[in-house]
């Protein structure tokens, strides 16, 4: 039965585990991405839900439907007879009429399927549910999805060192500063395959601090302004005005604002005002793309992340 899809964000896995159990109740097998499938579909995932996607790119709600299956797996409420096969199993049935809520935490998720992982209490898979049931809950920290677990980790590192660039890039010199916005330019595309960057270096360049030609004529041009200001030094409507200004004087159509601060509500609504081509880069998205594009930051370790390939199975 599938629910109406008004539920807009993935929920968590614990809540994937009663409406797989509730498919697969109602099949003799089912191959493992039907029963993904087909709890989405019971739990009423819209299509914007199912478009979510993790660091990895991994379709989210996929990956946690998964995870709802081998906790299932491991605690011994469904089995896989063949290769990317799952049936319910007696002890499946047996939670189901024991839960109709199924889980809506970690904690309740956490406080059945702790006793099945743990090496000082594992139970094998298949003991009776009503003696699974019996055991007092164990606290312990709420069972997540490693991989989601992982991203938060890295997530969590590279904003460490997103702040630090950007405080390193608001000690650096002018010079400097105007130089790593071009290497950022040029890494993120611009400038093409015959195209080059220049920083202007002049005191009177008239308010442009780097040019990259988007070929090797130099018919396409886009002028950069960089300002390596503090955090609470907010970019105004003033400064974008004269930018403007200077690329009027260069006949130029293109035009990148960077800084290392932020952008005021007018400065915005002006550069989005204006017939020119005016982007505005703010520190955080400066600091963001830098991380991306690996300018001014370098890939410390990797690590592989391994899975089943159910396609194999299949």
Do not use: C
């Not at 601090?209 to 200001?229: E, F, H, M, P, S």
């Amino acid at each position: 039965m599938e629910g109406p899809r008004g539920l807009n964000t993935v929920p968590i896995w614990p809540r994937f585990v009663r409406p797989a159990l509730e498919v697969l109740a109602e099949h003799e097998s089912m191959k493992r991405r039907d029963v993904i499938e087909a709890a989405a579909d019971r739990l009423g995932l819209s299509e914007e839900a199912r478009a979510e996607t993790v660091e990895s790119g991994e379709v989210r709600y996929r990956g946690r439907g998964g995870w709802a299956l081998t906790h299932s797996a491991k605690a011994g409420l469904i089995e896989r007879p063949a290769r990317g096969i799952y049936v319910l199993t007696e002890a499946g049935r047996a939670w189901l009429k024991d839960n109709p809520e199924g889980f809506n935490d970690f904690a309740g998720a956490s406080a059945f399927f702790d006793p099945f992982w743990s090496k000082d209490t594992a139970k094998k898979p298949g003991q009776a549910y009503a003696h699974t049931e019996a055991q007092p809950a164990v606290a312990s920290d709420p069972i997540v999805d490693p991989e989601e677990q992982a991203q938060d980790a890295v997530t969590s590192l590279n904003e460490t060192v997103r702040v630090e660039l950007l405080e390193r890039l608001q000690n650096s010199t002018p010079a400097f500063f105007e130089e790593a916005v071009v290497q950022l330019l040029m890494a993120m595309g611009y400038g093409g395959t015959q195209g080059k960057a220049a920083v202007t270096g002049k005191s009177h360049d008239g308010g442009i601090d780097g040019v990259i030609d988007g070929d090797a004529l130099g018919l396409d041009r886009v002028y950069v302004q960089a300002k390596r200001y503090a955090d609470a030094n907010t970019v105004g409507r003033e400064p974008i005005q004269a930018f403007v200004g200077a690329l009027h004087l260069h006949g130029a159509t293109k035009g990148v604002f960077i800084t290392t601060s932020s952008f005021s509500k007018h400065a915005q609504a002006y550069a989005d005002a204006v017939p020119n081509r005016i982007v505005l880069i703010d520190g955080v998205k400066l600091t963001q793309l830098m991380l991306k594009y690996r300018v001014g930051a370098q890939v410390k370790k990797t690590l592989h992340v391994l899975q089943i390939d159910e396609d194999f199975f299949e």
